[in-house]
Structures are given as C-alpha cells and as structure tokens.
C-alpha cells in the first residue's frame, strides 16, 4: 500500500517535470506564432505578461499581408519548394540505386567504393564550403540566349548550384545498402532465372520491398534542403533563386519590423511543423535510424 | 571470384545442363556493368561534390587564390597558417569560442538529453505527446530559432520581462547579446534548446536496446532507482554514449548559423567561430586560400574527433 502511494507520487513528479519542460520547449513558439498576428506596438507591450502568450488584444493578419508586400515571400517558397524536391526526389533515386549496386551485385572496386562512401561520412559540409564556391564559380554550364547555345563558366545563382551537390548522400547510400542487405538474394536468382535484367530487379523488386528506407531517407534529407542557409547565402545573389531562408535577410535591412519577422517565421515554419506532426512516428524512427552510425 | 561460386551461375546451370560457358560469363558480365552503372550517378556526383572540394580545400589552403584577382594564383607554403596562428587574433579568439562552446554544450546536450529520454521512456500515458513536444524545436529550422531568440533576447524583451517577473523587480536586463560577456552564454542556451530533443530520440533508442530482465534482475538484488541506472542504463548505453558525444561535438564545432544571424562574431569577436571566421575571409572578403586554411583547420578537428571515436567503439571489442 505504501509502495502504491510512493509510486504514484513519483509518478506525479514526473509529470510536473515533463510539464515544466514542455514550457520550456513550447514557449518561443507560441510566443512567434502570437506574435505574428498582432501590430509590433502591441507586441513591446504585452511582452510583460501572459499576454505574450495569448492572441489577444488587436489580431489580424495584417502582418502577414505587409510581408507579402515587402518581399517575394511567394517565389522564395516556391524556391524552396522546387528545390527541397528535386533534392530529396533525385537523391531517393540516386542514392537507391548505389546502395542496391554496392550491397547486392558484385563488381570489380565495390569494395574500394564502399569505403570512400563510408568516408564521406565524416566530411560536415562547412569544411568544404570555401573551397565549393571557388570550384562551383568554375564549373561549365550552358547558357541558352537568343537561340543559341553558349558555352560558358560558373554556377553562381542558379537552381543548380544549390541542387546538384546535394544530390547523393553517402549516408543515404549506406542506409539503403544496409536496408537492401535484408532482402533476401533467393528473389534476385528467381527473377534472373527469368530473365529479368538487374534494373528491372532493382526497380520491381527491391524498391517496392523498401517503403521503410526510403521514408527515413526521404525524412533525413528533406530538413537540411528545407533548411539551407550558408550554401545559397553564399552563391545565390538573385532575388529570383533564394530560398525562404536566406529571404529573411530583407527585413533586417532597414528598420526592424518584429511583427512582420514573426509572420515570416511563422510562415516558413508552420508547413513544417504540419508535415512532422502528421508524420511523427516515421520521424522518431528515422532519427533513431541515424543513430546506428555508432 | 570465379564462375562457379556465383550464386547466379550455379542457379542457372541447374535449370538447364546446356547452358554453355559463355553464357554464364555473359551474366558476370552484365552483374558487373549493372553494378557499375547503377553506382556510378551517385560515385560521379560524390566526387564532383565533395572529394574534389575536398581536395581542392587542401591545395588552396596552401596558395594565395582569391575568388575574383587581377593576379594570378601561387603557391605560398604554409603561410596561410602562419598568418592565423601568430597575424591574426580573431582567428585566435574563434578558436577559444568555439572550444568554449564545445566545453559547455557537449556535456550539457548530451545529459539534459539523457534525462529528457528517461522521462519519456517511463511507461505512463501522454509520454508519447511529450516526446513530440520535446522534438519539436529540432524540426524547426535553427535560421528561424536564431532569429526568433534574437528578439526574445532583446534589451525590453521576453527573457528580460520574465527575469524581471520572477525576481519581482530585482533583475534589472541585460542587452544579453550586446554584451561581449553573455553573448555567447545566450547563443549556448538556444543551441541546446533547439537540439537536445534530437539527441533524446538517440538516447532514447539505445535505453529500448536494454533488455528488460535486466533491470528486474536489479530489482530482485533489492536495487534503487540509482544503482538501477548505475549498474545497469549507464553501462548498457556506451556503443550510444560514444555516438552521441562525437555527433553533438563535431555539430558543436562547426557553429556557424546562429553566429551569422545574431551577432555576426560580435561583440569585439566574443562570438566569433572558426567556421564563422572562415566563412568571413574565404567569403566575405573573398580570400578563398586563407578561407580553406581555416576550413582545413576545423577539418583536422573533426577528424581528430573521429579517430577518438574509432578508438573508443574499437575498444569494446
């Protein structure tokens, strides 16, 4: 009986210390999402109270609209968007097909091929960054004006400067080929028997077979693509190509509207926020994926 | 690898005794091209984009390229590197931020997360809704974080008022990142709100690898809550403890986005990081050669972290 008692104290303990935490990690959020909706006069004066937390007082969306008058937020998120998906949906297939290659045929250098992916691994993208922009600056491209077909140098301000190199992943590459181990090798030799051709294996058997991977590939990718900053930070000057992140810098230019930040945050974020909570388990399950490196 | 151990030659000369040689090595063959072919997309594009930057880093590191120069590139030895350890004092201040950071993060991220994954992992209702919550600052992009803590951060802002509210008064603020001896406390404070739900998630699937019976066999042996966790979590999660360290320490060292939307390494370089730093000359000032020294310089950090953790996971064996 006393134990029953102490066991549920305990229990309510718990609870209190994952309630105040909850506050903690909620707060700023709900702080942005209030905020955003009321005029930055209001925001100052209500920053001493409860009433930071609560839409009350003058609610409109007239931040939101300023936004839109200020910046191109609509083509920023498009940019964004087209440019999240191409990366995530090339690298699903890119990405696939290597692993497929490197944990299910055998060809002379998969080893050596292995090992250098696996070494990508240590490589954070900032320790290239400096030397990436002088290498995408002399990178061949084309260029198609008047008609004609021109030859020229440099990828700077393009979608494919802030796509291309983020295409194949060597952590995807050993997530799939990991996954793709699991399948057993008898349904490759009853499909070659006949006569289906290692392609055809590859995309009628082993990617239909492979849901889970390329949820969590699909998953651990599309955050960083959604969320770059220091790569088109650093080649994308037009404001045609920048992406929702580095579009924020236009607010800071001349004098700060807080209200207006906060509805752009807001915006950027929401849509993400969607997409996680709607998919939360593949999410958890991704991450606790990640951490099999060690 | 010969002919007769493929699986898929052995296979096919048992449907039919007539196949003849050459078709067997057809096959090899075709394994073989498949294989490189369907390799080869993401080998090309790993190499374009990362070993030859790779590469390409290490050579400027030792010229005096520029990103756009009247003169030509040349060759200048290590005098990049001499300029940064002896010319240059930001450099040197990045430096000891950035170990600064490391010192207080990875210790700190790696326990609070600990104790958030041990929350969550008790078996009562509504831990699942916690465990969302607590990840939920790790789905948000660390731009909007570092934007959003800014303005909480601010002289008449939310984290003064509240100060203010608790103490009844008594807390008169702070301008906490004008101030070159709270700016980088406060950056550290954001960072761990806004990654330590990743690292639960870490933790949290190393404490579900723990056998059950485990800590019924504690129990029986009349063990508490604490020498539970002693003798039998803490031992348990070390292939996890090795993984979580390493991962938040090279994340920790390569601070670069909070720095560039809050305080741009100011005040007087209190922020200032290594990446920061390189990003500033290589970039900003268009010095790629000094810029890649710098990377490269964080580069061998890594790396040295890296081979600490191949050291330890070996260790086990």
């Known amino acids: 009986m006393a134990e029953h008692a102490l066991r549920r104290r305990r229990r309510l303990w718990i609870y209190l210390a994952m309630a105040g935490l909850a506050v903690f990690f909620l707060f700023p959020l709900v702080f942005m999402f209030v905020s955003s909706l009321k005029p930055d006069g209001q925001i100052l004066s209500d920053v001493g109270g409860w009433r930071a937390f609560l839409p009350v007082g003058d609610i409109s969306l007239r931040n939101y609209s300023g936004v839109f008058d200020r910046v191109p937020v609509g083509r920023f998120l498009l940019n964004s968007v087209f440019v999240t998906a191409v990366v995530v949906g090339a690298g699903l297939v890119v990405n696939s097909m290597a692993g497929f290659a490197l944990s299910r045929l055998r060809w002379t250098g998969r080893g050596v091929v292995l090992s250098i992916i696996i070494a990508t691994l240590i490589v954070p993208f900032e320790t290239i960054a400096v030397p990436m922009v002088y290498w995408v600056s002399q990178l061949p491209t084309l260029v198609f004006q008047n008609g004609i077909v021109q030859y020229d140098f440099g990828w700077l301000d393009s979608y494919e400067v802030q796509i291309v190199p983020f295409i194949a992943n060597g952590f995807s590459v050993f997530l799939f080929a990991q996954y793709f181990s699991t399948i057993p090798t008898a349904i490759d030799e009853a499909a070659r028997i006949d006569g289906a051709g290692w392609f055809t294996i590859y995309r009628k058997i082993a990617v239909p077979l492979s849901g889970p991977a390329f949820a969590t590939v699909a998953i651990l990718t599309f955050l960083p693509a959604w969320n770059q900053y220091l790569w088109p930070s650093m080649v994308v000057q037009d404001e045609n190509l920048r992406p929702v992140m580095v579009g924020m810098q236009y607010f800071f230019q001349d004098n700060t509207a807080w209200g207006e930040i906060m509805a752009y945050t807001s915006m950027i974020t929401l849509p993400v926020l969607v997409v996680f909570l709607a998919f939360q388990r593949a999410f958890v399950s991704s991450v606790a994926a990640s951490g099999v490196k060690g | ?317």
Not at chain 2, 114 to 125: E, S
Not at chain 2, 182 to 202: D, P, R
Request: net charge positive; glycine share 6%.
């Open chain 2, 1 to 317: 690898m010969t002919a007769i151990s493929s699986p898929e030659s052995r296979a096919a000369s048992a449907v039919s005794k007539s196949v003849p040689r050459r078709r067997i090595r057809a096959d090899l063959r075709s394994e073989r091209r498949a294989g490189w072919t369907m390799a080869a997309p993401a080998v090309l594009l790993l190499l374009a984009f990362l070993i030859i930057p790779v590469i390409l880093g290490f050579v400027l590191s030792f010229t005096n390229a520029r990103l756009i120069s009247p003169e030509p590139t040349s060759f200048t030895g290590l005098d990049n590197f001499v300029r940064a350890f002896t010319a240059d004092p930001t450099f040197f201040r990045s430096l000891l931020n950035t170990f600064a950071f490391a010192a207080v993060v990875v210790p700190v991220q790696a326990g609070f997360g600990l104790v958030l994954a041990i929350l969550v992992n008790q078996r009562m209702r509504g831990a699942v809704a916690f465990r969302v919550i607590f990840f939920i600052p790790v789905v948000t992009s660390i731009v909007v974080v570092s934007i959003l803590w800014k303005f909480m951060y601010q002289p008449d802002g939310l984290i003064n008022s509240f100060l203010d509210a608790i103490t009844f008064g008594a807390w008169h603020g702070t301008a906490w990142l004008n101030n070159p001896s709270t700016a980088l406390t406060a950056i550290i404070v954001l960072s761990i709100w806004q990654a330590v739900g990743f690292h639960m998630l870490i933790w949290l699937s190393g404490l579900q690898t723990i056998p059950g019976e485990l800590y019924e066999a504690a129990r029986i042996d009349g063990a508490g809550p604490w020498r539970q966790f002693r003798d039998v979590t803490w031992p348990c999660l070390r292939p996890t403890r090795v993984f979580v360290l390493i991962t938040i320490t090279i994340a920790a060292l390569g601070l670069f986005v909070q720095i560039d939307v809050m305080t741009q390494g100011g005040p007087v370089d209190s922020t200032s990081t290594l990446v920061y730093h390189a990003v500033r000359m290589g970039y900003r000032q268009q010095q790629i050669g000094y810029g890649s020294a710098l990377s490269l310089v964080f580069f061998v950090l890594v790396l040295i972290v890296a081979l600490v953790q191949r050291f330890l996971t070996r260790e086990k064996d």
